[in-house]
């Protein structure tokens, strides 16, 4: 695979011209975010523990547009055009609540073990929602195990990758979270240069084993 330097670089190159964009999507999902979970939070206060899984299961609603946010920015480093109301294409569609649930409640149950099982599961996980965007035939466990295959020997790579915000992220707390605007575009972006550097790495290598078996 490539370096992540490169990945970085592709991000900053298919961000050119998008960061408009880039920033008020951020803007709407992070806004929403927010108003779900401390709405639900100030209304189920009042009743007690209950209240509190009230809370959880209402801040479930935004499993679709968190689906959306990441497949955003894999259509704008594609090039391809995105706007606000893409953040709200797949509530009508049940894969995508059913495989953001499953991903979310085993990540959850990981986390429980440890929290470094947790950390390591998630960046499993973390090819999901890309596989779903390019195949719109899987969902559930298919599309969870299709990311657990993809990430074999790649998750410190994918984790390394983040870390090397972490100077961005520092920078980004120093402005009280409004470098967040700029920065999250950024990595969303370089996270999509790595599935897409994956994805065309493992695919030359099925086209390759297709060339081996042929000869044979």
């Not at 569609?93 to 099982?117: C, F, N, Q, S």
């Not at 410190?156 to 090397?164: A, I, N, P, T």
Request: aromatic letters at 12%; hydrophobic letters at 55%.
């Amino acid at each position: 695979m490539k370096q992540n330097s490169v990945f970085r670089k592709e991000a900053l190159n298919a961000l050119e011209g998008n960061w408009g964009t880039s920033v008020i999507l951020i803007i709407v999902f992070y806004v929403i975010t927010m108003a779900v979970s401390w709405g639900g939070a100030f209304l189920c206060k009042p009743l007690g523990e209950a209240g509190a899984i009230i809370s959880n299961l209402i801040a479930l609603v935004m499993l679709p547009m968190s689906f959306a946010i990441i497949v955003a920015f894999l259509k704008i480093f594609r090039k391809e055009t995105v706007g606000v109301a893409y953040l709200f294409a797949y509530y009508k569609e049940g894969r995508v609540w059913t495989t953001m649930l499953l991903k979310a409640i085993y990540t959850i149950l990981w986390t429980l073990l440890l929290i470094i099982p947790g950390i390591i599961k998630s960046y499993s996980y973390a090819m999901t929602e890309y596989i779903m965007k390019d195949d719109q035939t899987i969902s559930n466990n298919a599309a969870i195990e299709k990311s657990m295959a993809m990430m074999q020997g790649k998750k410190m790579k994918l984790f390394l990758l983040d870390l090397s915000f972490i100077g961005w992220i520092i920078l980004a707390l120093l402005t009280f979270g409004l470098g967040f605007l700029l920065l999250m575009p950024y990595m969303y972006t370089a996270r999509a240069a790595f599935y897409e550097d994956l994805k065309a790495e493992l695919e030359a290598g099925q086209t390759e084993e297709v060339v081996i078996k042929i000869e044979e």
